[in-house]
């Protein structure tokens, strides 16, 4: 029997420090999130980073929890009951990190007599702290418990065209009676080095504004170079000339370089080079989380508006709206085809 396993990032169980702090120290002592030996690691998680920053991220996430728990979480089960009622195979959700884990899901999936999983993460692009790390995950709990069980990946959709025209409707439906002068692509950020070592040929990735633009296979797994495509995609189709949009990386962490230009800055350039209305879109995620209701839609807003800006929309993601659920149904579906 076949099924179909939905992933994505993960929540804290709660708003307490407490709880925050558990999942903080899961998601960062992954070795694909933090990639230093494990020592260091250790050292740097455990010893400085879990006693400074849960209290913080834990009054972040109040600011944008719902009575239901977390938003992320709850907007992912909305989507996936609608989505089960588009499939007559069984469909489960899983999140990499918190306790809605991967294992519990596949688990159920195994329960219900599935043999062959098409694991769909609900992440546009590759990163290895993000895509790679779910695949990873996944081939380890089979190789450990499920044995029985095949896996398949849904490939990464930056640029697959019925994703781009879902982003598109979502962006028109919300711009719609808006007054803007600029669109921002505000990507999620990574460590520059993240880029360099995703790069198959250890060669081509140089971020000097090039690589990007020349054909390689290193462009299969560079998550800048996907960001930029579906930038590029959804321009195209929004009709929007050169200078009315521009891209940027969010959520630094730690000091090391991380992809340029870094969205909390471009709040502050923006009204001093006359950019007064700005709409802000978020195309790393499909699904609103933390970074994009607290970083960008709370955050952001007051940045841009403290340097000068006057009117600041946030788009929100895609979340469980039906153009959304379409497009993945029909990717489940033509996978359960072509195993038939």
Not at 36 to 53: A, D, E, H, Q, S
Not at 256 to 284: H, M, Q
Not at 313 to 335: G, S, T
Request: charge should be positive; include cysteine; proline fraction near 5%.
């Amino acid at each position: 029997m076949k099924g179909i396993l939905l992933i994505n990032l993960g929540s804290p169980d709660s708003t307490s420090t407490k709880d925050v702090r558990k999942y903080l120290d899961e998601f960062l002592m992954d070795e694909r999130v933090i990639d230093m030996p494990y020592w260091k690691r250790f050292l740097l998680v455990k010893g400085i980073i879990l006693n400074t920053r849960p209290k913080k991220s834990a009054a972040a996430y109040k600011k944008i929890w719902w009575k239901e728990g977390s938003p992320l979480e709850v907007i992912s089960e909305r989507f996936t009951e609608k989505f089960k009622k588009k499939l007559n195979i069984p469909v489960t959700l899983g999140m990499r990190y918190g306790s809605m884990s991967m294992e519990k899901s596949i688990d159920e999936l195994y329960q219900k007599g599935v043999t062959e999983i098409l694991m769909i993460p609900m992440y546009p692009h590759f990163a290895m702290s993000s895509y790679e790390t779910v695949e990873v995950k996944a081939k380890e709990i089979l190789a450990n418990k499920y044995t029985t069980i095949k896996l398949e990946s849904f490939p990464v959709f930056y640029n697959e065209p019925n994703y781009i025209k879902a982003m598109v409707s979502n962006i028109q439906n919300h711009l719609d009676g808006v007054d803007y002068e600029h669109i921002l692509f505000s990507y999620h950020g990574l460590p520059e080095r993240h880029i360099k070592l995703a790069d198959p040929t250890k060669s081509h990735c140089k971020l000097d504004g090039s690589c990007c633009e020349t054909q390689s296979i290193a462009h299969k797994t560079c998550y800048r170079h996907q960001c930029f495509e579906t930038t590029k995609e959804i321009v195209k189709l929004l009709n929007l000339k050169g200078k009315t949009y521009s891209n940027s990386f969010q959520s630094r962490l730690l000091k090391d370089p991380w992809l340029k230009p870094y969205t909390d800055l471009e709040f502050e350039r923006f009204p001093k080079e006359g950019i007064k209305k700005l709409v802000v879109i978020t195309p790393a995620f499909v699904t609103d989380c933390l970074e994009t209701l607290e970083e960008i839609a709370m955050e952001g807003e007051q940045q841009f508006l403290n340097a000068g800006g006057k009117n600041y929309k946030h788009i929100p993601c895609m979340n469980d709206n039906d153009d959304w659920i379409n497009v993945v149904a029909d990717w489940a579906r033509k996978w359960t085809k072509t195993k038939d």
